[in-house]
């Protein structure tokens, strides 16, 4: 969130458009002149804003918006979109660890599915290695809840080794998010992954699948 003395949007050096501050991504000079993203929105110095998806993170490394924005020599190292997505999905699986600590976080198909029968849920999420079998199962119950068109959002944005090491616990495919307060930091940092993965249709995301 931006504090209450900055401003709520801010133009895309990329496609000058006006956003939300919390839709895009800061971006910094580190001291040896070398691109690096401040997703904290905390660090000094001049910042150059880009819309926070992968699409735009590449333009703007291609494009070179960067010198022009920070109006000096400014580097970027091969693979910037990449160390983007990676830091933003290690900060949502840090923040899925918090939630599990905070008992927000339900593992293992039996209890996941007795959640999404009678729980409140911020969120249904399987592995992206999940087997689809057992994703239809959980689709079947979420669609004799909420019907066709309601329920929880679906993420399927990371691996289940991943999600082994964020809630400590071994093999698991499906995790059921209780809505509240505790899992609310999970969410902005699970949407804000998602979007930025948006317009790459080979990876994971969350969805409205049934």
């Keep these: 969130m931006p504090r209450q003395s900055e401003p709520t949007e801010r133009q895309c050096a990329v496609t000058r458009e006006q956003r939300p501050v919390d839709e895009m991504i800061r971006f910094v000079l580190a001291p040896d002149a070398t691109v690096v993203a401040d997703l904290k929105r905390d660090l000094p110095g001049r910042g150059v804003w880009v819309t926070a998806t992968r699409g735009a993170v590449e333009a703007a490394e291609k494009k070179r918006v960067f010198s022009r924005g920070f109006k000096a020599e400014a580097r970027v190292e091969p693979g910037l979109a990449d160390r983007v997505e990676e830091r933003l999905r290690a900060q949502a ?3 899925l660890g918090l939630a599990r600590k905070a ?3 339900v593992t293992g198909f039996s209890k996941v599915e007795s959640a999404l029968k009678k729980e409140e849920l911020a969120a249904l999420v399987h592995a992206s290695d999940a087997a689809e079998d057992g994703i239809r199962k ?3 119950i979420r669609v004799a809840r909420f019907g066709p068109a309601g329920g ?22 499906h995790a059921a998010i209780l809505a509240g307060r505790a899992s609310r930091s999970f969410m902005a940092c699970a949407c804000a992954l998602d979007r930025f993965r948006a317009d790459s249709a080979a990876n994971g995301r969350m969805t409205d699948d049934r």
């Design 93 to 95: 699986l840090g923040a």
């Design 152 to 173: 929880p959002p679906v993420l399927r944005s990371f691996t289940s080794g991943q999600m082994d090491l964020a809630l400590g616990r071994a093999n698991v495919i």
């Design 103 to 105: 008992g927000a976080v």
């Design 138 to 140: 959980l689709a079947a």
